[in-house]
């Protein structure tokens, strides 16, 4: 199957804000989760998108990534249920990588990825990084790309992969 993976990176933080759309709103940052746990919220945002990098790791690399200090899971919560989340990775020096970024289907539709893309790219300057990137692809939800272009990110490359 042939999809096109596009990078989208910002080198400064976007001016202005996105209030709540909506009362009951939290974000939770999950330190150190479950493998059960961060496996709900990957499967449950991104099974219907194809995301499935993160279940070919075994579990002791899994946790290795998940429970380094410099990779952040943040977990947006609507009246205290699970409703997505952001995976924040400052490993590389001067960098932030929005390594997964999605809400539940129930919560789409909303506004909220609005929202929390914004608290996203807020809590990643916070660090003060030289670049805040990520890489989406046509396999995920048509709004994202799109989402990812208001805030404020730029393409700067794409790569078609797979076959006709």
């Known amino acids: ?27 939770v940052h999950a330190k150190k989760p479950t493998i059960a746990y961060y496996s709900f919220l990957y499967d449950t945002v991104g099974g219907e998108y194809h995301w499935v990098s993160r279940t070919k790791l075994a579990d002791v690399d899994l946790l290795a990534i998940i429970h380094d200090p410099r990779v952040e899971v943040h977990v947006l919560m609507v009246e205290g249920v699970p409703a997505g989340f952001a995976e924040l990775d400052r490993r590389v020096e001067g960098e932030v990588e929005l390594t997964q970024f999605g809400l539940t289907r129930e919560f789409i539709g909303q506004g909220l990825g609005k929202y929390f893309i914004q608290w996203a790219i807020d809590r990643a300057w916070s660090y003060k990084p030289r670049r805040f990137w990520l890489h989406t692809d046509t396999q995920d939800h048509r709004a994202a790309l799109p989402n990812y272009l208001k805030a404020g990110f730029s393409l700067y490359k794409e790569e078609v992969k797979g076959e006709d």
Do not use: D
């Not at 910002?10 to 202005?16: D, I, L």
């Open 1 to 27: 199957m042939r999809h096109t993976t596009f990078y989208l990176q910002m080198f400064t933080r976007p001016e202005g804000v996105v209030p709540p759309p909506r009362e009951g709103l939290s974000v």
